[in-house]
């Protein structure tokens, strides 16, 4: 093949399996499981740690902790209002229960349970949901894109969104020990490794700058925090200055961070992998109004509709979730 036939070849189409593809770069640095071994590590050192999955150990990397401890783990099939229930009922004596599921389920399909078994009498249950947002390719049936909207409505609720393996190393240990109900969006599998460069310690209910920058200010939450932070760095190309405020903690939200660094004229984005309804775009913007900033915000989110199947790296390039789409956004908007 000559080298204008090969150059115009088309590129290889992506199978199937890329709907449950890694959201991870090629060649990035990943952990494997980081949930599981976390809570698996934590179980050792805390006897009242519980587990708990409605039948799917496996792909909430639950099953970690199943295998290590199966004598603390409660299987309890395809019955997740059951699950929330019965995690309920184990921390009314004292369990401090983890109850993973997918998000789609534990928010759309159980949340009456959460919010009055376990919300409004404040119990130590910890609700970790897979697939969060567009992490899967699978269609409507399995995209968690409104979970943050659902569950910032319902009052006691802690709810985290962590960015890396990193952060969800740090942040099971402090879920655990908060003496209330929590919500983590669990990045499960292979999970890309970044905040070890930033010297980032994860700090329940804070915000926290990654890096400065004098021209554009991201601020991110959950895997698109690793996205904002590779758009700042190939913004440098076009001599954009561009600062990424990552912001773990959805609920309660750290408005007094969110302020101060609202305090320019910066252009300002909100990264999220979520929908643009009722999440951390909504979020930003009402702190900014109720607290008189007056700001340019953009939002990258996920448009407030039923997103299609297909492949996941696809489909992040198609809704604007991509490295390139975020750079896009940012010089089309300066």
């Known amino acids: 093949m000559s080298t204008a036939a090969a150059q115009e070849a088309p590129r290889k189409r992506l199978t199937t399996s890329a709907m449950i593809a890694s959201f991870a770069d090629p060649g990035q640095r990943t952990a494997p499981a980081p949930f599981g071994h976390t809570l698996n590590r934590l179980a050792e050192e805390r006897p009242e740690i519980v587990g708990?999955?409605?039948?799917?150990?496996k792909y909430t990397d639950m099953h970690i902790f199943r295998d290590a401890n199966p004598d603390r783990f409660y299987q309890m099939g395809m019955a997740e209002q059951v699950m929330l229930g019965a995690a309920a009922g184990l921390a009314e004596v004292g369990l401090v229960p983890f109850a993973s599921t997918y998000s789609v389920f534990a928010t759309r399909r159980a949340y009456d349970f959460l919010c009055l078994d376990i919300a409004e009498p404040g119990l130590n249950v910890n609700v970790v949901g897979a697939l969060p947002g567009l992490t899967t390719g699978y269609g409507p049936s399995h995209q968690a894109t409104e979970d943050l909207a659902i569950l910032r409505a319902c009052p006691n609720l802690t709810i985290v969104d962590p960015c890396d393996s990193v952060e969800i190393e740090q942040a099971v240990p402090a879920l655990a020990a908060h003496p209330g109900p929590t919500y983590m969006r669990l990045l499960r599998g292979k999970v890309p490794t970044?905040?070890?460069?930033?010297?980032?310690?994860?700090?329940?209910g804070k915000a926290a700058e990654l890096r400065g920058g004098r021209d554009v200010l991201f601020i991110s939450t959950g895997l698109m925090t690793m996205r904002a932070l590779q758009a700042a760095q190939c913004l440098e190309a076009d001599h954009i200055?561009?600062?990424v405020l990552h912001v773990p903690t959805i609920k309660p939200l750290d408005t007094d961070t969110i302020l101060r660094q609202l305090q320019s004229d910066r252009l300002v984005v909100t990264c999220e992998n979520h929908t643009v309804v009722g999440g951390l775009s909504e979020a930003v913007a009402a702190t900014a109004g109720f607290g008189g900033a007056r700001a340019r915000i953009l939002s990258a989110a996920l448009p407030d509709e039923f997103l299609a199947a297909g492949a996941l790296p696809t489909l992040h390039d198609r809704y604007g979730l991509s490295t390139d789409a975020l750079c896009a956004r940012v010089k089309s908007a300066l």
């Open 241 to 243: 200055d561009a600062a």
């Open 52 to 57: 708990l999955s409605a039948d799917l150990a």
């Open 194 to 204: 970044v905040l070890d460069e930033y010297d980032y310690r994860f700090e329940l």
